[in-house]
């Protein structure tokens, strides 16, 4: 299983960046997906989710109405993009692959780091002007 996050970088507050997550070695279209950051200082942070055809996704408070999490099963790619941006979205970006199920958005906040059992390297994010 690999996970490989991408386009993150530099961004001015109230800009907008789309982060890609390439997925191989598992069937990508069975499992659900999310994006988590940790930013310096901070602890682990989910952030977004989507179920594995599509049909669902789940955000949190912080970043509810801002962000827009999707996929393409088949190009077994996750997708999180970042609108209205502010400092406190600067952190490092992860994907990671969902190992127990979840349905509500206090499952992914409660569950932390131990409903995942595949994560990528990261990608920074810096909003700053």
């Known amino acids: 299983v690999q996970l490989a996050e991408s386009g993150g970088g530099l961004a001015q507050p109230g800009g907008s960046l789309r982060l890609s997550c390439a997925a191989s070695g598992f069937i990508f279209g069975d499992y659900d997906m999310s994006w988590a950051r940790q930013a310096p200082g901070k602890g682990f942070e989910w952030v977004a989710a989507?179920?594995?055809?599509?049909?669902?996704?789940f955000y949190s408070d912080s970043v509810k109405g801002r962000f827009t999490v999707s996929r393409d099963n088949a190009r077994n790619t996750l997708y999180l993009q970042m609108n209205s941006l502010t400092p406190e979205d600067t952190a490092l970006y992860y994907c990671?692959?969902?190992?127990?199920?979840?349905?509500?958005?206090?499952?992914?906040?409660?569950?932390?780091?131990?409903?995942?059992?595949?994560w990528g390297q990261g990608t920074q994010v810096t909003v700053s002007s």
């Open positions: 989507i179920q594995d055809s599509g049909s669902e996704m």
């Open positions: 990671a692959r969902v190992s127990t199920y979840c349905s509500t958005s206090r499952c992914y906040e409660d569950g932390g780091k131990n409903i995942y059992d595949y």
